[in-house]
């Protein structure tokens, strides 16, 4: 089982966690595991503690531990299956029948979620653990480690994805009501015009991280991309992009379509999701859902989401 509240796309808030488990292997062994993870872009990083427990032995034989975990790539939308990879590091002490030792519990694996609504998910773990007593290190482990695949299933209770008008903005009003999914302009004006027309054509195109061809794209992978079908070379990170061209100021009257849009997930952070702005104060960006536009605008939820995010703008072609 597993506890866990998120924020929204490129940046999530912070998650709660409870897993139940089982270690194979010979290890015999019950897991139960409570995180609290700070969630942030395709990177997810966070406090774990695991105590494991021989299931004929009890505390004869047992682990008990705190460190850190590391998620990847998790987060996937409403009523989709979304696989991602974790893994922790946890000091800790190991009990034996006839001993106690301080260890490093080391831990890789995989998971797979079911998010049927923004509240709920359900989903499943594997991961390949050593109990390195000691300790030693994972790469020089002593005979007497304990090693092996373990499995855990749960559900998750929590917000996810975007938050209402309310939730980012603070206001204590109530939540603005959906608006219709906007529409691409319906003329492009500008010098950057082909470019913006470029990335227009490739909406709906699926959310493909490290993607930069038309098969997915991530967010600053479709930027490089629009600029790079006509000859404008930028980098590829999301963070390079944001000290490419000349500085904008960050407010819909002085944007120009072709616009790059930075956004942080956090306070003072640095830059976690890029888009680009195309007119009629919207934006195409790639996001967890795929290649889309969104609103630059309080009143609707996902605008409001992303305004309270929007940290600055570059200009490429002047």
């Not at 299956?81 to 034996?96: E, F, H, I, N």
Request: hydrophobic share 35%; proline share 6%.
């Amino acid at each position: 089982m597993l506890l866990y509240g998120q924020g929204g796309e490129g940046g999530r808030g912070r998650a709660f966690e409870f897993h139940l488990g089982e270690w194979y292997n010979g290890n015999d062994a019950t897991i139960y595991e409570l995180r609290t993870i700070k969630a942030s872009g395709v990177l997810q990083r966070g406090l774990v503690a695991t105590a494991v427990v021989h299931d004929s032995l009890g505390r004869r034989r047992a682990f008990y531990g705190a460190g850190l975990e590391f998620q990847a790539l998790r987060g996937a939308g409403q009523g989709r299956l979304g696989p991602y990879m974790l893994a922790a590091v946890q000091p800790g002490l190991s009990t034996d029948t006839g001993s106690q030792a301080v260890a490093i519990l080391w831990s890789v694996g995989v998971g797979l979620e079911w998010r049927p609504l923004g509240w709920l998910a359900v989903g499943l773990e594997t991961r390949y653990r050593l109990e390195d007593r000691g300790p030693r290190g994972f790469w020089r482990a002593s005979p007497g480690s304990r090693e092996g695949m373990s499995a855990a299933i749960g559900f998750s209770l929590g917000g996810h994805g975007r938050r209402d008008a309310k939730g980012a903005s603070g206001s204590g009003s109530a939540p603005a009501a959906a608006l219709p999914p906007p529409e691409p302009p319906a003329t492009v004006s500008g010098n950057a015009a082909d470019v913006v027309e470029t990335a227009i054509s490739v909406l709906g195109t699926p959310y493909q991280w490290g993607g930069n061809a038309e098969n997915g794209f991530d967010c600053s992978g479709l930027i490089q991309y629009a600029y790079g079908q006509h000859g404008i070379r930028l980098p590829r990170k999301g963070e390079e992009q944001a000290h490419a061209g000349a500085e904008v100021t960050p407010v819909p009257e002085a944007l120009r379509p072709g616009d790059i849009l930075l956004f942080s997930a956090h306070d003072n952070g640095g830059v976690t999701h890029v888009g680009m702005y195309v007119g009629e104060a919207k934006f195409i960006h790639s996001a967890s859902g795929g290649v889309k536009l969104s609103r630059l605008d309080p009143h609707d939820p996902d605008g409001a989401y992303w305004m309270t995010r929007w940290v600055g703008a570059r200009r490429v072609i002047p």
